[in-house]
């Protein structure tokens, strides 16, 4: 269970807003600036809101350049307007988009035709990012559950339950108890990206460290697993479906 606040900071002269997260897991205070610049403060759930502001203040130089960068990164990147004709990246594809209006319709429906991703919207005021969104949500979530298994099983270990969302500060996670949790936005990337980071979590339900001996086991899993983990490092900024500032 975690508890989440907003919450703002000078950064520059300018403010900065940060999700400070509470969290019953978190051993330590960890402050973290995710691929656009957003922040988060992670508390644990015994410490205090004044030990959790004192903290990300004595961290205020460090975290002023961690979001320049981060911003100074994202700013060539390309914003969507989610408008007929625009491509998409899914899984190393391109897909077109296609968007069809109905007044009649009530809810938006999100389909792939082939290379084409159509989207039934209810009137001309409706954003489709969000049913987009969930369509991407839906495709991750039937990707790991076909990927995921196999690979659990090949190294006996059992996954009890999956969870696909938009983490701010991770890509996937995997628990003792089984839980394996991946981030959607692993669907804009190529596919044996994706791949690579469902090995690395199976990897940590037997291994969960770091250790050579978990490193082996992703190797096992995803031979060539290196070449996925530096194309991440390099991209993961890019994942991200921006919409276009109006």
Request: positive net charge; hydrophobic residues 40%.
């Amino acid at each position: 269970m975690a508890s989440i606040k907003q919450r703002e900071i000078q950064l520059a002269g300018k403010p900065q807003l940060y999700q400070l997260r509470r969290s019953r897991r978190a051993k330590h205070l960890l402050l973290h600036v995710d691929t656009l610049g957003q922040v988060e403060l992670v508390v644990p759930w015994r410490a205090s809101f004044k030990e959790a502001e004192r903290f990300i203040a004595e961290r205020h130089d460090w975290l002023a350049r961690r979001v320049a960068q981060a911003q100074q990164r994202v700013a060539g990147l390309p914003r969507y307007r989610f408008v007929s004709g625009e491509r998409l990246p899914f899984l190393g594809e391109q897909l077109e988009l296609v968007i069809r209006r109905s007044a009649s319709r009530q809810r938006a429906r999100v389909t792939r035709d082939g290379k084409r991703l159509v989207v039934e919207a209810p009137t001309d005021t409706h954003e489709p990012l969000p049913a987009i969104e969930r369509w991407y949500k839906k495709q991750a979530r039937q990707f790991v559950a076909q990927s995921a298994p196999p690979l659990a099983q090949q190294i006996g270990v059992t996954i009890t339950r999956l969870a696909i969302g938009s983490y701010r500060s991770q890509w996937g996670s995997a628990t003792k108890a089984g839980r394996l949790a991946l981030n959607w936005r692993l669907m804009l990337a190529p596919a044996a990206v994706m791949r690579y980071v469902i090995a690395h979590e199976v990897a940590h339900l037997r291994h969960p460290n770091h250790s050579p001996q978990f490193w082996e086991l992703v190797e096992q899993l995803q031979p060539g697993y290196r070449h996925q983990r530096r194309w991440l490092r390099q991209h993961e900024h890019e994942l991200v479906l921006r919409p276009e500032i109006s």
